[in-house]
Structure formats: structure tokens, C-alpha cells
């Protein structure tokens, strides 16, 4: 990663993305957090939503808490998907319980609180069932 963090600083986009590519592939949940940002936000070609998804959920089953956000970024929006405020909660709720700096377990509070206005009692349960259930897994 300090090869990418070089190239995006020096503006070498492309190598940076080259490099992720590889190492995302391999399994680094930093580096596929990082990639679906590339696709997410067109660093480096066209916004890609789909293959935005696909990264943020395998850097998220990783435990990655960036890529978890990203994730409800996605569903709440309907970003590529169709819009799941469901998933955009449990993503939440889940990224709620990682090692937060207070002012950010704040904002994801209030963000989860507001995913959850609309959504039914029995939606709620059962993505705070999903949720207490989730352990991150490397791949």
C-alpha cells in the first residue's frame, strides 16, 4: 500500500489503480476498500457502481469499517442497486460496532437512527439479528 499512497500523491493515478487491482485480488481489504473507491467515485475511468459494490462487500466481510460505509453509501442511495435502506442500515448498525473515534460513532448513530424512520419493526429485528451475527472473515 505505500507504493499506492506514493502514486495517488504524485497524481499517477493509473499506477495506483494497477497496483490496488493486484492487491485487492490477493485478498487486502485496504486495498479493496480503496479500489471500489476508484470505481465508486471514477478516479480513474468511468463511476462504476457495480463493481463499487462488489469491492466495498468483500473489504466489508473483511471487517474493513470504511468499506462497511461505503457499503451503506451504496444501498441507501440505490448507487447501481436498487435503493435498500435495509442493507443500508445493517451496514450501519454493523460499522456502529467497530473501534470508532467518538465523534465518528456519533455520525454513524445518527445516520443509522435516520436509515431506521423508515424502515418496519420486523426489518429492524432482523438486521440486528444479521448484525449480531456478522464476524469478519478473511479471505
Known sequence: MEDV????AEQR???????LQDLADDGDPVAQYELAGFYHYGRVGPVNFEKA?????RAAKQGN?????GLAV?????QGVPQDKRQAFLWMVIAGTQNLSPQ?????????????EGLSPEEIEAALAEARAFSPRPE
Not at 499512497?5 to 495517488?8: G, N, S
Open 5 to 8: 499512497r506514493k502514486a495517488i
Open 13 to 19: 493515478l493509473f499506477d495506483a489503480y494497477q497496483d
Open 53 to 57: 459494490r462488489q469491492w466495498y462487500e
Open 65 to 69: 469499517t470504511d468499506a462497511m460505509l
Open 74 to 78: 451504496i444501498y441507501g442511495f440505490g
Open 104 to 116: 465518528d460513532a456519533e455520525k454513524v448513530a445518527s445516520s443509522r437512527d435516520h436509515l431506521a
